[in-house]
């Protein structure tokens, strides 16, 4: 079934990197999806990656995807107070239009 | 474009009154959905709609919601009667149609529903 988990808090210090992690479930996924909601806003499509990558580097963002482990992350590089925000994991496939996003990973920064 | 527009931002009622959320797409996008966010159960998906068709309803928590798409820039979610357990913020998204399996959701501000 359809399924995408996540931690739900992250605390790293400003200028360290974030991994934010996320396993999902479903083996026929074509996109996978890292969305970022700030507060008292909605979410907000960080960067994606297709199913047959298994790296995409977009600045100070890198997605790695294994897909035998059926595992996602995203790394921040030199987090700053800015990336406090929640960020979800999500995945669509072949056969539905919407997506399935994960729990949401609240990053928090500190000095 | 303005992106997704729903109002109100923020609504307190109390229990038993009716409850409705408005939203506009984005101008050209096929798809319509709404969400529903809380502390405990996360972001979960209400209903979706395609060409103002509702797709998948299988979301909605129960016979008080209803959700309609009239025309291709406007949609309502209703709740009636509201009962305090439906206090969350409330969610619309659209999306174009694409190729493939490809789907960036475009999220509106989001409605803070206050039941008492």
């Known amino acids: 079934g359809e399924d995408v988990e996540q931690s739900l808090f992250l605390s790293v210090r400003e200028g360290d990197s974030s991994v934010i992690n996320c396993t999902y479930t479903d083996s026929s996924s074509t996109y996978l999806y890292w969305y970022k909601q700030e507060p008292g806003a909605g979410l907000q499509l960080l960067t994606y990656i297709f199913s047959n990558m298994d790296m995409k580097q977009d600045q100070r963002l890198t997605v790695l995807l294994n897909k035998k482990d059926k595992h996602l992350s995203l790394r921040i590089a030199d987090t700053q107070t800015g990336d406090s925000a929640i960020y979800f994991c999500?995945?669509?496939?072949?056969?539905?239009?919407?997506?399935?996003f994960g729990s949401g990973t609240r990053l928090s920064i500190r000095p | 474009d303005a992106g997704v527009i729903q109002s109100p931002r923020h609504e307190v009622t109390e229990m038993g009154q009716e409850v409705t959320l408005r939203c506009k797409p984005i101008?050209?996008?096929?798809?319509l959905f709404w969400y529903r966010q809380t502390m405990m159960r996360g972001l979960e998906l209400l209903i979706y709609f395609n060409n103002n068709v509702p797709i998948d309803d299988s979301g909605m928590p129960e016979d008080r919601f209803s959700a309609k798409m009239p025309n291709a820039s406007f949609s309502t979610l209703k709740i009636q009667p509201s009962e305090p357990r439906d206090s969350a913020v409330y969610f619309c998204?659209?999306?174009?149609?694409?190729?493939?399996?490809?789907?960036?959701?475009?999220f509106g501000p989001g409605t803070r529903l206050t039941v008492l």
């Open positions: 999500a995945e669509t496939y072949s056969s539905a239009s919407k997506i399935i």
């Open positions: 101008s050209g996008h096929d798809y």
């Open positions: 998204a659209s999306s174009p149609r694409t190729g493939d399996s490809y789907n960036e959701q475009f």
